[in-house]
């Protein structure tokens, strides 16, 4: 389940991210970057493993010999990342956000860095996990909720425009800094042109009547002094579980049922 996650999940802005790259939400590349992300999967004779890496720097899962889960962030080029400190050239200056350095001076902040881009791989990954039959899941979602005294309808994870809405807030590139209504109209009216202030009113108020129903089913928080939201822990196993669902051809299904 991680491997196939890890693979068909994350994309370029995703793995950029999880090693310390400010990407925007709707995933659009600096224009000055000129490297490539590349997701690669090798099974070996020990287990498996997984690979994502930006141009000289990695991170990758991998279990040892089928007893150790481990992640592993690898960083070789480090003048992307920033380090507190005081510039080289100048005796007593005050400490400033400078380029991390080569070798064990900055061998603090390396880790720091790494920890990082760990925790946000394996938070990535977490909803993959969930051994819950997903029966338990469907009859919760497909039930009203009252939410601050009024009544959400229930949501049906297998129509067309429920699961777009579902799999649209469950992107990679909102993961870490969430999404704002902006964000969801860019993908749900994907090639339709607001052309009127009328019409982005209009388009702007259903996608908060979905981002509300979605609230009242527990599947998003908002984001505390923010336009912003993020998927909760419930809602990134449904999120993830319906649309591994959707994926998955009769012969995947047949098997589980045996």
Same mark, same amino acid.
């Given at each position: 389940?991680?491997? +196939?996650?890890?693979?068909?999940?994350?994309?370029?802005?995703?793995?950029?991210?999880?090693?310390?790259?400010?990407?925007?939400?709707?995933?659009?590349?600096?224009?000055?970057?000129?490297?490539?992300?590349?997701?690669?999967?090798?099974?070996?004779? &020990?287990?498996?493993?997984?690979?994502?890496?930006?141009?000289?720097?990695?991170?990758?899962?991998? =279990?040892?010999?089928?007893?150790?889960?481990?992640? $592993?962030?690898?960083?070789?080029?480090?003048?992307?990342?920033?380090?507190?400190?005081?510039? =080289?050239? &100048?005796?007593? %200056?005050?400490?400033?956000?400078?380029?991390?350095?080569?070798?064990?001076? =900055?061998?603090? *902040?390396?880790?720091?860095?790494?920890?990082?881009?760990?925790? !946000?791989?394996?938070?990535?990954?977490?909803?993959? $996990?969930?051994?819950?039959?997903?029966?338990?899941?469907?009859?919760?979602?497909?039930?009203?909720?009252?939410?601050?005294?009024?009544?959400?309808?229930?949501?049906?994870?297998?129509?067309?425009?429920?699961?777009?809405? #579902?799999?649209?807030?469950?992107?990679?590139?909102?993961?870490?800094?969430?999404?704002?209504?902006? =964000?969801?109209?860019? +993908?749900? +009216?994907?090639?339709?042109? $607001?052309?009127?202030?009328?019409? *982005?009113?209009?388009?702007?108020? %259903?996608?908060?009547?979905?981002?509300?129903?979605?609230?009242?089913?527990?599947?998003?928080?908002?984001?505390?002094?923010?336009?912003? +939201?993020?998927?909760?822990?419930?809602? !990134?196993?449904?999120?993830?579980?319906?649309?591994?669902?959707?994926?998955?051809?009769?012969?995947? #299904?047949?098997?589980?049922?045996?």
């Amino acid at each position: 389940n991680l491997v +196939y996650h890890g693979m068909s999940t994350f994309q370029s802005p995703d793995v950029m991210r999880f090693l310390g790259r400010n990407i925007p939400p709707d995933g659009r590349l600096p224009h000055a970057f000129a490297g490539e992300v590349v997701s690669d999967l090798k099974k070996r004779p &020990e287990g498996i493993r997984i690979k994502h890496r930006v141009k000289e720097n990695s991170i990758k899962l991998y =279990d040892k010999q089928g007893s150790v889960l481990r992640t $592993e962030t690898t960083i070789n080029n480090p003048y992307g990342f920033k380090v507190y400190r005081p510039k =080289d050239s &100048e005796k007593d %200056a005050k400490p400033q956000w400078q380029p991390m350095r080569k070798g064990i001076a =900055d061998l603090h *902040r390396l880790t720091q860095v790494s920890q990082s881009a760990n925790n !946000r791989y394996l938070n990535a990954l977490a909803a993959t $996990e969930n051994t819950s039959p997903l029966s338990k899941w469907t009859k919760k979602l497909c039930r009203q909720v009252s939410w601050k005294k009024k009544t959400a309808r229930a949501i049906n994870p297998f129509s067309p425009v429920d699961f777009e809405l #579902l799999k649209t807030v469950s992107r990679g590139e909102f993961s870490i800094a969430g999404f704002r209504n902006q =964000d969801l109209r860019t +993908y749900l +009216y994907k090639g339709d042109d $607001e052309t009127s202030s009328e019409e *982005r009113r209009r388009r702007s108020a %259903a996608v908060t009547r979905k981002i509300r129903l979605l609230r009242a089913h527990g599947l998003v928080t908002k984001v505390p002094h923010s336009h912003r +939201y993020l998927l909760t822990k419930k809602g !990134r196993i449904i999120t993830t579980a319906f649309i591994t669902a959707h994926q998955a051809d009769i012969n995947m #299904l047949t098997k589980l049922a045996c």
